[in-house]
């Protein structure tokens, strides 16, 4: 009888450890899947509609066409909340640590979720690109843009995907921290909303057909004209 007790409860050990071990590997598997996709940006409403937020405004763009969502989480400081992008789990993270330590929120995020720096999707402005340009890049410098430089300083790698929204140049004797803290003005607002949702649909391709698609589908053509089944 007692070998017999023995006998099963050495049995259900093997099954649990068994079944622990199916649970981690799934895990493992779940973070190599997952994408991160991070709109880079200010916390503060007084920078709602500025220049330097088009990243935010993405994925405030991203989050209603996918379900209404709200960024409830708040570790990592930043704000984010998971979805699905087609079979993919994705998260939407908006760094609350204001633009210029930006990857104090985003690569420990990636980190704990397991996301490799390929699937990383950065959202940034771009002040050498007109209101409105959008444009996709594998990997790259930081441009002089000190969000994306202090992500690539933490993830010691410039390789991972970004999205750079044209928000205009600053004029002759402008200042340059002030043009990116200013809002657009009403003709470069209307350029930018269709480029919010341009983005947004660039994203959403990237995940579900990879980025060379994407590329070839919103970087050759002129704004207002990508294919909506990019």
Not at 141 to 156: E, P, Q, R, V
Not at 162 to 175: S, W
Request: charged share 30%; net charge positive; aromatic share 8%.
């Amino acid at each position: 009888m007692k070998a017999k007790v023995y006998f099963c409860v050495k049995k259900f050990c093997i099954y649990n450890k068994k079944s622990l071990l199916k649970s981690v590997e799934k895990r493992i598997e779940r973070g190599k899947k997952m994408w991160l996709i991070a709109g880079l940006g200010n916390p503060e409403k007084k920078y709602v509609g500025t220049r330097h937020n088009a990243g935010f405004a993405v994925i405030d763009v991203l989050c209603k066409e996918l379900g209404n969502l709200s960024l409830e989480s708040t570790k990592f400081r930043g704000a984010y909340t998971k979805t699905r992008i087609g079979s993919e789990e994705v998260l939407l993270l908006k760094p609350l640590t204001y633009m210029n330590l930006s990857g104090e929120s985003i690569v420990p995020l990636a980190q704990y979720f397991k996301i490799p720096k390929e699937q990383i999707l950065v959202l940034s402005d771009e002040i050498s690109f007109a209101p409105g340009d959008i444009r996709i890049r594998k990997k790259g410098s930081a441009g002089g843009h000190n969000g994306l430089k202090n992500i690539i300083a933490h993830l010691h790698s410039e390789e991972f995907p970004r999205i750079r929204l044209g928000v205009g140049a600053k004029g002759e004797k402008e200042d340059l921290a002030h043009h990116v803290l200013s809002p657009f003005s009403k003709v470069e607002q209307a350029e930018m909303e269709e480029a919010y949702e341009r983005a947004a649909k660039a994203c959403i391709a990237i995940v579900e057909k990879g980025i060379d698609q994407a590329m070839n589908a919103f970087n050759q053509k002129k704004k207002g004209k990508e294919e909506a089944d990019a």
